[in-house]
């Protein structure tokens, strides 16, 4: 029988310094609680005792300053290092925004590449990350530039998949089930940005595999689940994300219990005490 028990998380969205005057999307990114409520959440891995942590990206709320990003990536990154059980993470969209290339953050990682899958407690793992496309333009900063897979990791995919025989469990940044984002602040007017671009080319693969039984994805900023084709979606919040206006960062995180190819999720939050 395999078991695997797993804690997952995104979006913390790091930052060093606060800015005096914020926007509107950043008042939903209380940005100053992300060290303190990671710490709190490595001490809930440290009490539950998971056999795996995966984060789904965002590690950093970006500064348009490149130098910055990296401090700031590899400030958290060696927080999150202090995680008690075997810790992978997919890369986001702000982790990437500033970034002349993915190498740089996947050497601050350890990771070779940032697209790739390991086995553990009879399951396959994959972490899919979208890579940086300098030529989809400068809109909105060019914050969507890493909403693409490269074709080189879409056949590594496919070729990971048919040489797979386990129950697998899929883990990326962007969103890959459709959906409107209705009521989604950040999403609702432009659900596009919410999904990776070349989706498609990635579900064709996912969905004509019988091992695959979950995918989950971060980036929406909030917690859902959904069905297509037969695939079971988690869509896993952001632990800054200021979601009801109050002032409380969401805190939230999965705690999914694996057993044989039933999958068992359940939503958790980490309580702060904010002024």
């Known amino acids: 029988?395999?078991?695997?028990?797993?804690?997952v998380f995104s979006d913390i969205h790091y930052l060093d310094e606060r800015p005096k005057k914020l926007n509107a999307n950043l008042k939903r990114k209380l940005t100053q609680y992300a060290e303190e409520i990671v710490m709190k959440l490595i001490d809930e891995i440290h009490d539950t005792k998971p056999d795996l942590s995966i984060c789904l990206g965002d590690l950093i709320e970006d500064t348009y300053n490149h130098d910055k990003d990296i401090a700031n990536y590899t400030y958290i990154w060696n927080i999150l290092k202090k995680i008690p059980v075997p810790f992978y993470s997919a890369l986001g969209n702000h982790d990437l925004r500033t970034m002349y290339s993915r190498k740089e953050i996947e050497e601050i990682m350890g990771y070779e590449n940032a697209t790739f899958s390991f086995n553990m407690n009879g399951y396959h793992f994959i972490i899919l990350t979208t890579d940086i496309k300098r030529d989809v333009g400068e809109q909105d900063g060019g914050i969507y530039q890493a909403q693409h897979m490269s074709e080189e990791e879409i056949a590594w995919l496919k070729e990971d998949l048919l040489k797979n025989t386990l129950p697998c469990i899929i883990?990326?940044?962007?969103?890959?089930?459709?959906?409107?984002?209705?009521?989604?602040?950040?999403?609702?007017?432009?659900?596009?940005?919410?999904?990776?671009?070349?989706?498609?080319?990635?579900?064709?693969?996912?969905?004509?595999?019988?091992?695959?039984?979950?995918?989950?994805?971060?980036?929406?900023?909030?917690?859902?689940?959904?069905?297509?084709?037969?695939?079971?979606?988690?869509?896993?919040?952001?632990?800054?994300?200021?979601?009801?206006?109050?002032?409380?960062?969401?805190?939230?995180?999965?705690?999914?219990?694996?057993?044989?190819?039933?999958?068992h999720v359940i939503e958790k939050h980490i309580k702060l005490v904010t002024e």
């Open 171 to 263: 883990f990326t940044h962007f969103g890959l089930a459709e959906d409107r984002q209705i009521g989604n602040y950040w999403f609702q007017e432009y659900p596009e940005n919410a999904l990776m671009a070349n989706r498609k080319e990635v579900k064709n693969i996912i969905h004509n595999d019988e091992n695959v039984i979950a995918i989950f994805n971060g980036h929406q900023h909030w917690t859902k689940q959904l069905k297509e084709d037969g695939k079971s979606y988690y869509v896993v919040g952001s632990l800054t994300e200021n979601i009801d206006m109050q002032g409380h960062p969401d805190g939230v995180y999965l705690e999914i219990a694996l057993e044989n190819r039933e999958i």
């Open 1 to 7: 029988m395999s078991k695997c028990k797993l804690i």
